[in-house]
């Protein structure tokens, strides 16, 4: 079990190489069951959630390698094609493969994902967007099994834009027989990187980006060739960092049409940032200014950024507002925040940020990825140390932030600990 220990008080100055998104590694890699071949995928940053794919992607039967951030992909077609409850359980993003499994194969059996610490993340539009593309799909002994002699054409409208969902339903449908339309469809750049991909390896589909897709469905697909996209989240997070630290930090890599929400918000709250041909580059004279801000789908407010920028809001020069409109508890940060001295309060589904002067280090716990990584910008400007326990959370979608803040001036480092006591 390891800890991060972290002393406040480090200014980030420098650069940064920002590395590849973990929410477009993940169903990029899904990809490769839709074509036989040799697939390679490039920029893959290395994470847990990552690793767990490639051993999903092994266990159904292709050869699955990484070095130097390419993932090497190859089978002649897939012996398996079940996701199994010990891979999905740590991972529910692994219900990206019902899709491309179903699409190719006719068939799919996936360990049904639980809920998690940020709320219960139901699944049923990608199940109902299934039935609608002709699959059959049963419960039983907490999986879901899905068939289809072949997929048809359809028109889907989502209830609700979701991002997991869109990527499963576009991969179930590139093989299709006929036409498919996917109304009310995710925009998020991943959910864009993935149709990119598959128009790559022949599939043909118009409007990803957009909230309606349109498929022409093919009969077969050629090896994925490409390149993972910068991760947003990641750059949101060390934007963030630098400005809660009074730093000058350049993000090597970044691509700003990813973030306009953020910089927006950024900007209110008195960064200064500025594009440039390599990266982002972001200061931040003076006390953060409050600044509201409610989570959106994509092109809104990230949730998934959500804790990071209620870390800076807790040392603003005033009060400000976070409405979570994406989950129902992703606020599990919040208790951990005000034991070091934030003064936050809920109304609902709203968090009340009182902005104090400064935070006190404390031994914490981190409870989800984007929590924990609230708890280690908190930690930066805490005064004297701040240990973060359970930070398996944290290195399941960042690759090394540690030694990335450390590189920028943080006094930061990773320690083995037994974690203290919980009283349950
Ligand atoms: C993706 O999760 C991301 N994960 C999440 O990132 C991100 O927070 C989320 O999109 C929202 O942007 C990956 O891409 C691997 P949704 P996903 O389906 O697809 C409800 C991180 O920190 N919903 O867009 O699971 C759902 O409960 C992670 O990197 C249904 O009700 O999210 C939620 O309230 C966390 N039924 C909302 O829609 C469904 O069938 C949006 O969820 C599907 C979703």
């Known amino acids: 079990m390891q800890k991060i220990l972290i002393d406040g008080g480090g200014t980030l100055r420098g650069t940064v190489k920002v590395s590849g998104a973990k929410n477009s590694c993940l169903p990029v890699l899904m990809t490769t069951i839709l074509a036989e071949g040799e697939h390679r995928i490039r920029n893959t940053p290395d994470l847990v959630d990552v690793r767990t794919t490639c051993k999903l992607l092994e266990g159904l039967g292709a050869e699955v390698s990484m070095a130097r ?20 359980k740590t991972m529910r993003a692994s219900v990206v493969c019902l899709g ?10 996936v360990s049904l994902p639980g809920g998690c610490a940020i709320g219960a993340r139901p699944i049923d539009q990608h199940l109902k967007g299934l039935e609608k593309l002709g699959a059959k799909v049963s419960l039983s002994h907490g999986y879901v099994e899905v068939t289809a002699k072949r997929l048809r054409g359809n028109r889907i409208v989502l209830d609700q834009p979701t991002v997991t969902g869109t990527e499963n339903l ?27 991909v598959l128009n790559q390896m022949g599939a043909k589909i118009e409007g990803a980006g957009t909230q ?9 697909l050629a090896p994925a060739r490409c390149t ?13 960092a630098s400005v809660m630290t009074g730093g000058k930090v350049l993000l090597r890599g970044a ?11 950024l900007t209110e709250a008195g960064a200064i940032i500025t594009v440039h041909e390599e990266g982002i580059h972001i200061r931040a004279p003076g006390r953060p200014k409050p600044v509201d801000l409610t989570t ?25 507002i976070i409405s979570e409109h994406i989950f129902e508890n992703r606020f599990m940060h919040v208790s951990e925040l005000n034991r070091m001295g934030a003064k936050i309060k809920f109304e609902g ?20 990825l984007r929590a924990s990584a609230s708890l280690v910008l908190a930690g930066l400007i805490a005064r004297g140390r701040t240990e973060i326990y359970r930070i398996y959370h944290l290195d399941r979608g960042y690759q090394r932030l540690d030694k990335k803040l450390r590189k920028l001036g943080a006094h930061i480092r990773r320690s083995q600990a037994q974690p203290p006591t919980t009283v349950t």
């Not at 299709?176 to 864009?192: M, Q």
């Not at 789908?297 to 998934?304: A, N, Q, W």
């Not at 589904?349 to 989800?368: E, F, I, K, P």
């Open 349 to 368: 589904a709203r968090a009340v940020v009182q902005g104090v002067r400064h935070l006190s280090g404390a031994q914490v716990m981190a409870t989800d």
């Open 255 to 265: 691509r700003a049409d990813h973030q306009t929400a953020l910089i927006e918000k």
């Open 296 to 320: 959106q789908p994509y092109p809104g407010f990230p949730t998934d950024m959500q804790a990071q920028f209620m870390a800076l809001m807790a040392v603003a020069d005033g009060t400000s």
């Open 212 to 220: 309606s897709i349109w498929i022409q469905g093919v009969d077969s």
């Open 170 to 196: 576009l991969m179930a449908a590139v093989l299709a027989k006929g036409e498919t339309e996917i109304r009310n469809a995710a925009r998020e750049p991943e959910v864009l990187q993935v149709a990119e």
């Open 100 to 109: 491309p499994l179903v699409g190719r194969y006719g068939r799919a059996r």
């Open 69 to 88: 951030g390419t993932v090497r992909v190859a089978h002649n077609g897939l012996s398996s094609h079940e996701a199994p409850y010990d891979l999905v």
């Open 228 to 240: 993972v996209i910068p991760d947003r989240i990641e750059v949101g997070t060390l934007m963030v």
